[in-house]
Protein backbone atom coordinates (compact mmCIF):
# COMPACT_ATOMS: atom_id res chain seq x y z
CA UNK A 1 0.00 0.00 0.00
CA UNK A 2 2.73 2.28 1.09
CA UNK A 3 3.93 1.67 -2.69
CA UNK A 4 1.05 2.60 -4.09
CA UNK A 5 0.87 5.78 -2.26
CA UNK A 6 4.02 7.08 -3.33
CA UNK A 7 2.96 6.40 -6.86
CA UNK A 8 -0.27 9.02 -7.35
CA UNK A 9 1.00 12.44 -7.49
CA UNK A 10 -1.71 14.54 -7.54
CA UNK A 11 -1.91 17.80 -10.42
CA UNK A 12 -0.27 20.90 -9.78
CA UNK A 13 -3.12 22.34 -11.03
CA UNK A 14 -5.82 20.62 -13.88
CA UNK A 15 -8.85 23.18 -14.85
CA UNK A 16 -9.52 20.35 -17.21
CA UNK A 17 -13.68 20.03 -15.82
CA UNK A 18 -13.92 23.99 -16.14
CA UNK A 19 -12.44 24.10 -19.53
CA UNK A 20 -15.06 20.81 -20.77
CA UNK A 21 -17.95 23.07 -18.84
CA UNK A 22 -16.69 26.44 -20.42
CA UNK A 23 -16.42 25.06 -24.09
CA UNK A 24 -19.52 22.93 -24.22
CA UNK A 25 -21.62 25.92 -23.01
CA UNK A 26 -20.09 27.74 -25.96
CA UNK A 27 -20.59 25.31 -28.86
CA UNK A 28 -23.84 25.25 -27.34
CA UNK A 29 -23.52 21.40 -26.86
CA UNK A 30 -26.81 21.25 -24.58
CA UNK A 31 -28.85 21.30 -26.97
CA UNK A 32 -27.01 18.17 -29.55
CA UNK A 33 -28.69 15.22 -30.52
CA UNK A 34 -25.63 12.51 -30.17
CA UNK A 35 -27.48 10.78 -33.45
CA UNK A 36 -24.62 10.77 -36.29
CA UNK A 37 -26.23 12.28 -39.32
CA UNK A 38 -28.86 14.02 -38.35
CA UNK A 39 -28.68 17.23 -38.22
CA UNK A 40 -29.17 18.62 -42.34
CA UNK A 41 -29.04 22.11 -43.90
CA UNK A 42 -30.09 21.77 -47.37
CA UNK A 43 -26.80 19.87 -48.65
CA UNK A 44 -25.09 20.35 -45.53
CA UNK A 45 -24.49 17.57 -42.97
CA UNK A 46 -24.10 19.38 -39.96
CA UNK A 47 -21.81 17.59 -36.60
CA UNK A 48 -20.34 18.70 -33.46
CA UNK A 49 -17.49 16.83 -32.08
CA UNK A 50 -14.80 17.62 -29.06
CA UNK A 51 -11.66 16.40 -27.67
CA UNK A 52 -9.41 16.47 -24.37
CA UNK A 53 -6.31 18.50 -24.51
CA UNK A 54 -2.93 17.80 -22.88
CA UNK A 55 0.59 19.40 -23.14
CA UNK A 56 3.52 18.18 -20.01
CA UNK A 57 5.39 20.61 -18.41
CA UNK A 58 8.66 20.22 -18.82
CA UNK A 59 11.50 22.52 -16.76
CA UNK A 60 14.81 22.39 -18.53
CA UNK A 61 18.13 20.82 -17.00
CA UNK A 62 19.89 23.70 -16.12
CA UNK A 63 18.81 27.15 -13.93
CA UNK A 64 17.67 29.88 -15.82
CA UNK A 65 19.16 33.61 -16.00
CA UNK A 66 18.34 36.96 -15.91
CA UNK A 67 19.65 40.53 -15.26
CA UNK A 68 17.82 43.58 -13.90
CA UNK A 69 19.07 46.96 -14.09
CA UNK A 70 17.89 50.22 -12.69
CA UNK A 71 19.13 53.48 -14.19
CA UNK A 72 18.91 56.84 -12.32
CA UNK A 73 16.63 58.95 -14.42
CA UNK A 74 13.95 56.09 -13.42
CA UNK A 75 14.14 53.49 -16.69
CA UNK A 76 15.16 49.89 -16.42
CA UNK A 77 15.98 46.81 -18.43
CA UNK A 78 15.67 43.61 -17.87
CA UNK A 79 17.97 41.04 -20.15
CA UNK A 80 18.20 37.41 -21.36
CA UNK A 81 19.71 35.74 -24.13
CA UNK A 82 16.23 33.80 -25.08
CA UNK A 83 15.35 34.96 -28.85
CA UNK A 84 11.70 36.12 -30.04
CA UNK A 85 10.47 34.11 -32.98
CA UNK A 86 6.77 36.35 -32.76
CA UNK A 87 5.57 34.77 -29.56
CA UNK A 88 5.67 37.89 -28.30
CA UNK A 89 8.17 37.21 -25.41
CA UNK A 90 9.71 40.58 -25.43
CA UNK A 91 6.69 42.21 -24.58
CA UNK A 92 5.71 39.85 -21.96
CA UNK A 93 8.85 39.87 -20.07
CA UNK A 94 8.81 43.82 -19.87
CA UNK A 95 5.87 43.29 -17.78
CA UNK A 96 7.35 40.85 -16.01
CA UNK A 97 10.30 43.08 -15.19
CA UNK A 98 7.69 46.35 -14.56
CA UNK A 99 5.65 44.52 -12.05
CA UNK A 100 8.90 42.75 -10.28
CA UNK A 101 10.44 46.46 -9.63
CA UNK A 102 7.08 48.25 -8.83
CA UNK A 103 7.47 50.18 -12.18
CA UNK A 104 4.83 51.42 -15.15
CA UNK A 105 5.97 49.28 -18.39
CA UNK A 106 6.57 52.35 -20.59
CA UNK A 107 9.80 52.80 -18.11
CA UNK A 108 10.79 49.15 -18.79
CA UNK A 109 12.21 47.58 -21.59
CA UNK A 110 13.25 44.13 -22.54
CA UNK A 111 16.85 43.10 -24.01
CA UNK A 112 17.20 39.54 -25.46
CA UNK A 113 18.84 37.29 -28.27
CA UNK A 114 22.33 37.99 -27.37
CA UNK A 115 24.42 35.09 -26.02
CA UNK A 116 26.56 37.73 -23.96
CA UNK A 117 23.49 38.10 -22.21
CA UNK A 118 22.38 35.73 -19.34
CA UNK A 119 21.78 32.01 -20.35
CA UNK A 120 18.31 31.12 -20.28
CA UNK A 121 15.51 28.77 -22.70
CA UNK A 122 14.26 29.39 -25.43
CA UNK A 123 10.20 29.97 -26.11
CA UNK A 124 9.75 26.19 -27.00
CA UNK A 125 7.97 23.29 -26.46
CA UNK A 126 5.44 25.20 -24.50
CA UNK A 127 7.65 26.13 -21.50
CA UNK A 128 9.28 29.66 -22.65
CA UNK A 129 6.97 31.59 -20.68
CA UNK A 130 7.20 29.76 -17.50
CA UNK A 131 10.89 29.28 -17.76
CA UNK A 132 11.55 32.98 -18.87
CA UNK A 133 9.05 34.57 -16.94
CA UNK A 134 10.88 33.11 -13.80
CA UNK A 135 14.24 34.22 -14.14
CA UNK A 136 13.18 37.99 -15.04
CA UNK A 137 10.75 37.70 -11.95
CA UNK A 138 13.65 36.76 -9.81
CA UNK A 139 16.18 39.50 -10.96
CA UNK A 140 13.12 41.69 -11.59
CA UNK A 141 12.43 41.10 -7.43
CA UNK A 142 15.91 41.04 -6.87
CA UNK A 143 16.93 44.03 -7.47
CA UNK A 144 13.59 45.90 -5.85
CA UNK A 145 14.76 44.05 -2.43
CA UNK A 146 18.39 45.44 -2.69
CA UNK A 147 17.07 48.72 -3.48
CA UNK A 148 14.50 48.50 -0.27
CA UNK A 149 17.69 47.28 1.45
CA UNK A 150 19.59 50.14 0.68
CA UNK A 151 16.84 53.11 1.72
CA UNK A 152 16.09 51.48 4.95
CA UNK A 153 19.64 51.73 6.19
CA UNK A 154 20.24 55.32 4.37
CA UNK A 155 20.14 57.67 6.84
CA UNK A 156 18.94 60.43 4.58
CA UNK A 157 16.00 58.77 3.18
CA UNK A 158 12.82 59.14 4.37
CA UNK A 159 12.60 55.24 5.03
CA UNK A 160 15.30 54.94 6.85
CA UNK A 161 14.99 52.50 9.87
CA UNK A 162 11.74 51.34 8.22
CA UNK A 163 11.18 47.43 8.34
CA UNK A 164 11.72 46.07 4.47
CA UNK A 165 8.91 44.48 4.88
CA UNK A 166 6.65 46.91 5.17
CA UNK A 167 7.96 48.72 2.45
CA UNK A 168 5.87 48.45 -0.87
CA UNK A 169 6.49 50.03 -4.34
CA UNK A 170 4.52 51.75 -6.88
CA UNK A 171 5.40 53.32 -9.66
CA UNK A 172 9.33 53.54 -8.81
CA UNK A 173 9.04 55.21 -5.41
CA UNK A 174 8.88 52.76 -2.28
CA UNK A 175 6.39 53.90 0.29
CA UNK A 176 5.97 52.33 4.14
CA UNK A 177 3.29 54.67 6.06
CA UNK A 178 3.16 58.14 4.95
CA UNK A 179 7.62 58.07 3.91
CA UNK A 180 8.24 57.68 0.72
CA UNK A 181 11.87 57.63 -1.71
CA UNK A 182 11.80 57.36 -5.16
CA UNK A 183 14.21 55.10 -6.70
CA UNK A 184 15.59 57.97 -8.81
CA UNK A 185 16.08 59.95 -5.44
CA UNK A 186 18.17 57.32 -3.35
CA UNK A 187 20.27 56.61 -6.76
CA UNK A 188 21.02 60.47 -7.05
CA UNK A 189 21.65 61.32 -3.46
CA UNK A 190 24.02 58.39 -3.77
CA UNK A 191 25.71 59.52 -6.55
CA UNK A 192 25.15 55.60 -8.37
CA UNK A 193 24.34 56.11 -11.68
CA UNK A 194 23.00 52.57 -11.69
CA UNK A 195 21.59 49.51 -9.71
CA UNK A 196 21.84 45.99 -10.88
CA UNK A 197 20.91 42.72 -9.81
CA UNK A 198 21.00 39.19 -11.61
CA UNK A 199 18.25 36.42 -10.92
CA UNK A 200 18.72 32.79 -10.46
CA UNK A 201 15.68 30.73 -10.98
CA UNK A 202 16.03 26.83 -10.74
CA UNK A 203 13.21 24.10 -11.71
CA UNK A 204 11.41 21.94 -9.33
CA UNK A 205 13.73 18.41 -9.08
CA UNK A 206 12.39 15.86 -10.99
CA UNK A 207 10.61 14.00 -8.00
CA UNK A 208 8.36 16.56 -7.34
CA UNK A 209 5.42 15.09 -6.05
CA UNK A 210 3.43 16.69 -8.63
CA UNK A 211 2.11 16.22 -11.83
CA UNK A 212 2.23 19.07 -14.39
CA UNK A 213 0.55 19.61 -17.52
CA UNK A 214 -1.74 22.17 -19.36
CA UNK A 215 -5.08 21.09 -19.42
CA UNK A 216 -7.45 22.06 -22.20
CA UNK A 217 -10.66 21.45 -23.95
CA UNK A 218 -11.29 21.55 -28.03
CA UNK A 219 -14.65 22.07 -29.79
CA UNK A 220 -15.57 21.99 -33.25
CA UNK A 221 -18.66 22.30 -35.48
CA UNK A 222 -18.43 21.01 -38.98
CA UNK A 223 -20.94 21.23 -42.07
CA UNK A 224 -19.93 18.41 -44.61
CA UNK A 225 -21.56 18.27 -48.39
CA UNK A 226 -23.54 15.20 -48.88
CA UNK A 227 -22.81 14.68 -52.20
CA UNK A 228 -19.57 15.99 -53.09
CA UNK A 229 -17.71 14.92 -49.25
CA UNK A 230 -16.20 18.30 -48.69
CA UNK A 231 -15.93 19.02 -45.31
CA UNK A 232 -15.99 22.64 -44.03
CA UNK A 233 -14.97 24.26 -40.44
CA UNK A 234 -18.02 26.65 -39.41
CA UNK A 235 -16.31 26.95 -35.71
CA UNK A 236 -13.89 26.16 -33.16
CA UNK A 237 -13.87 26.87 -29.86
CA UNK A 238 -11.17 26.38 -27.28
CA UNK A 239 -11.05 26.26 -23.34
CA UNK A 240 -7.52 25.95 -22.00
CA UNK A 241 -6.21 26.06 -18.08
CA UNK A 242 -2.55 27.22 -18.73
CA UNK A 243 -1.97 28.71 -15.38
CA UNK A 244 -1.55 32.32 -14.71
CA UNK A 245 -2.17 34.54 -18.01
CA UNK A 246 0.91 37.02 -18.52
CA UNK A 247 -0.42 38.52 -21.73
CA UNK A 248 -4.03 37.99 -22.60
CA UNK A 249 -3.60 39.09 -26.45
CA UNK A 250 -0.12 37.41 -27.33
CA UNK A 251 -1.82 33.96 -25.59
CA UNK A 252 -4.40 34.34 -27.53
CA UNK A 253 -2.89 34.72 -30.20
CA UNK A 254 -0.78 31.34 -29.81
CA UNK A 255 -3.91 29.17 -28.73
CA UNK A 256 -5.71 30.56 -31.96
CA UNK A 257 -2.64 29.80 -34.27
CA UNK A 258 -2.51 26.56 -32.19
CA UNK A 259 -6.07 25.55 -33.21
CA UNK A 260 -5.45 26.48 -36.60
CA UNK A 261 -2.47 24.49 -36.82
CA UNK A 262 -4.76 21.94 -35.65
CA UNK A 263 -7.75 22.92 -38.42
CA UNK A 264 -4.81 22.28 -41.09
CA UNK A 265 -3.69 18.83 -39.75
CA UNK A 266 -7.87 17.31 -39.76
CA UNK A 267 -8.38 18.71 -43.50
CA UNK A 268 -4.87 19.95 -45.66
CA UNK A 269 -1.45 19.58 -44.34
CA UNK A 270 0.17 16.01 -45.94
CA UNK A 271 3.22 14.82 -47.84
CA UNK A 272 2.74 12.45 -49.98
CA UNK A 273 5.27 10.05 -51.30
CA UNK A 274 5.51 7.71 -54.60
CA UNK A 275 4.79 4.45 -53.83
CA UNK A 276 7.41 3.20 -56.49
CA UNK A 277 10.21 6.02 -56.14
CA UNK A 278 10.01 6.81 -52.47
CA UNK A 279 10.39 10.67 -53.34
CA UNK A 280 8.06 13.39 -52.10
CA UNK A 281 5.35 14.06 -55.05
CA UNK A 282 4.29 17.50 -53.22
CA UNK A 283 8.08 18.90 -52.52
CA UNK A 284 7.20 22.40 -52.71
CA UNK A 285 5.06 24.66 -50.89
CA UNK A 286 2.62 25.65 -53.61
CA UNK A 287 0.79 22.26 -53.13
CA UNK A 288 1.13 22.43 -49.42
CA UNK A 289 -2.47 23.37 -48.52
CA UNK A 290 -2.17 25.41 -45.28
CA UNK A 291 -5.35 26.96 -43.12
CA UNK A 292 -5.69 30.78 -43.42
CA UNK A 293 -6.61 33.44 -40.80
CA UNK A 294 -10.24 33.86 -41.92
CA UNK A 295 -10.60 30.01 -39.82
CA UNK A 296 -9.61 31.52 -36.68
CA UNK A 297 -11.30 30.61 -33.84
CA UNK A 298 -12.32 31.50 -30.61
CA UNK A 299 -10.72 30.49 -27.10
CA UNK A 300 -11.03 31.05 -23.31
CA UNK A 301 -10.29 30.38 -19.83
CA UNK A 302 -7.48 30.87 -17.06
CA UNK A 303 -6.47 28.64 -13.96
CA UNK A 304 -4.13 29.67 -11.25
CA UNK A 305 -1.21 27.30 -10.63
CA UNK A 306 1.59 28.58 -7.70
CA UNK A 307 3.81 25.04 -8.41
CA UNK A 308 5.39 25.02 -11.33
CA UNK A 309 7.35 28.26 -10.86
CA UNK A 310 6.48 31.52 -8.93
CA UNK A 311 4.28 32.98 -11.42
CA UNK A 312 2.12 29.78 -11.34
CA UNK A 313 2.63 29.98 -15.81
CA UNK A 314 2.49 26.84 -17.54
CA UNK A 315 2.21 28.27 -21.54
CA UNK A 316 0.17 28.28 -24.60
CA UNK A 317 2.49 26.87 -27.30
CA UNK A 318 1.60 23.39 -28.33
CA UNK A 319 -1.68 23.15 -26.29
CA UNK A 320 -3.73 25.07 -28.88
CA UNK A 321 -3.16 21.76 -31.33
CA UNK A 322 -3.47 19.08 -29.01
CA UNK A 323 -6.67 17.53 -29.94
CA UNK A 324 -7.99 20.02 -32.34
CA UNK A 325 -7.76 17.94 -34.93
CA UNK A 326 -9.71 14.58 -33.22
CA UNK A 327 -12.30 17.34 -32.02
CA UNK A 328 -12.81 18.03 -36.01
CA UNK A 329 -12.79 14.49 -36.40
CA UNK A 330 -15.22 13.65 -34.18
CA UNK A 331 -17.13 16.31 -35.47
CA UNK A 332 -17.16 14.61 -38.89
CA UNK A 333 -17.84 11.65 -37.62
CA UNK A 334 -21.24 13.17 -35.83
CA UNK A 335 -22.27 14.47 -39.38
CA UNK A 336 -21.67 11.81 -41.44
CA UNK A 337 -21.71 8.70 -39.54
CA UNK A 338 -18.31 7.91 -40.93
CA UNK A 339 -15.22 7.51 -38.54
CA UNK A 340 -11.95 8.83 -40.12
CA UNK A 341 -8.64 7.54 -38.42
CA UNK A 342 -6.16 8.77 -40.67
CA UNK A 343 -5.44 12.56 -41.27
CA UNK A 344 -5.80 14.11 -43.53
CA UNK A 345 -9.16 13.79 -43.68
CA UNK A 346 -9.95 13.52 -47.58
CA UNK A 347 -13.27 13.72 -49.77
CA UNK A 348 -11.97 10.11 -50.86
CA UNK A 349 -12.51 9.15 -47.22
CA UNK A 350 -16.22 10.64 -46.94
CA UNK A 351 -17.54 9.98 -50.19
Known amino acids: MSQIKRLR ?3 SSSGQGECYERGARRIGWSGRDPRPGTRREGDWLIGTGMAAACYPVAPPANPQRARARLYADG ?3 AQAATPDF ?18 SVDRCRFENGDTDLPNIAAAVGCAGAGMISAAVHAAATGLREQLIKRAVTDRRSPLHGADPV ?11 GTAADAYTELLRRNFQPDAEASGQWSPPAGDVPYGMMTFGAQFAEVAVDAELGLVRVRRMTGAFAPGRVLNAKTARSQLTGGML ?5 ALLEANHTSPDTGRWVNSNLGEYLVAVNADAPDVDVEVEDGIVNPLGVKGVGEIGQV ?20 LPITIEELL
Do not use: C, S
Open 9 to 11: HIW
Open 75 to 77: TAV
Open 86 to 103: GTGVATVMTQVAAEGLGM
Open 166 to 176: DVVVRDGVMIA
Open 261 to 265: WGLGQ
Open 323 to 342: GAAAAIANAVHHATGRRVRK
